[in-house]
């Protein structure tokens, strides 16, 4: 019997996710159906209900319900209550497992695919939303030099600074800072955390905050050479990318824990990738 899984959201026909884990079966010979599933705002609970009821096995969760799943769960892992949010469900009887995959997507993009080991860099990441909680636990399991989130608002950077310390059992150094304090500071890895790019805006960031060799990362997809990535290239960075191999592997991630099996994402990366011109 073919298992069903699908991704939820509003609006949902931009996802690529049936596009990715139809081709992840294909390869591991798993017999599943993967669809899109929009919810209209305020029904997310009954439309997971009925996708449940007829059979259903799993969900990936996008925007704008991360939240709505996270409500939703009974068993959350560790890694969405840190991020305050979900994007996968696994349904097992009245259970309601609930994963947030972004940050290891995230991690292992940059480890594996792009080779560019975390361990004893300073990596700064931008931004203080859901992405940027849902990528502390996985950076910091890497070991970096230091950590320093940055946000327009101090207080907010600083709030994720402190509860990343509190699952900090590696010991390294985490700061939480405005835009004004990274003057005369230079980081190896740059992730773009912050909704900037989709609004077509430039980030607060000098220059200067690129160390020579550093990775400029754009965790939004398929938009090209966005603002974040033009005011590194600005800088001499040669090392840019965006968030691709972070859907493919976050997603991989998803199927792992589902199917038991995990797939190679290169053909996917291949697939979804769009020159950063």
């Not at 890694?79 to 947030?100: C, H, P, T, W």
């Not at 985490?174 to 835009?179: I, K, L, P, S, T």
């Not at 938009?223 to 005011?231: D, H, S, V």
Request: include cysteine.
């Amino acid at each position: 019997m073919t298992d069903r899984y699908a991704v939820i959201g509003n609006p949902i026909e931009q996802s690529k996710s049936p596009l990715i884990h139809t081709a992840f079966a294909q390869v591991t010979g798993q017999d599943l159906a993967y669809t899109k599933v929009l919810s209209p705002l305020g029904e997310f609970a009954q439309t997971v209900d009925a996708f449940r009821a007829a059979g259903g096995r799993g969900m990936n969760v996008t925007a704008p319900f991360k939240l709505d799943a996270f409500a939703y769960a009974t068993d959350l892992a560790p890694s969405a209550q840190l991020a305050g949010a979900v994007n996968a469900m696994k349904f097992e009887g009245d259970k309601i497992f609930a994963e947030n995959f972004d940050g290891v997507g995230l991690v292992r993009d940059v480890v594996h695919n792009l080779g560019c080991p975390l361990q004893g860099r300073r990596v700064l990441l931008m931004g203080a939303g859901g992405a940027t909680r849902g990528a502390l636990l996985p950076i910091l399991a890497q070991g970096p030099a230091e950590l320093v989130i940055v946000n327009r608002t101090l207080s907010k950077a600083q709030e994720l600074a402190a509860i990343a310390q509190t699952q900090n059992s590696g010991g390294v150094p985490v700061r939480g800072v405005g835009y004004g304090d990274l003057q005369g500071q230079a980081f190896d890895v740059v992730f773009n955390a912050t909704s900037a790019s989709l609004t077509a805006q430039v980030p607060p960031l000098s220059t200067s905050a690129f160390a020579p060799g550093a990775l400029a990362y754009e965790l939004a997809y398929g938009k090209g050479l966005t603002p974040f990535l033009k005011l590194a290239q600005q800088a001499g960075v040669t090392r840019l990318a965006d968030g691709v191999g972070m859907l493919a592997e976050q997603a991989a991630e998803a199927f792992l824990w589902w199917r038991g099996v995990r797939p190679d994402t290169r053909a996917v990366i291949h697939t979804l990738t769009v020159p950063l011109v």
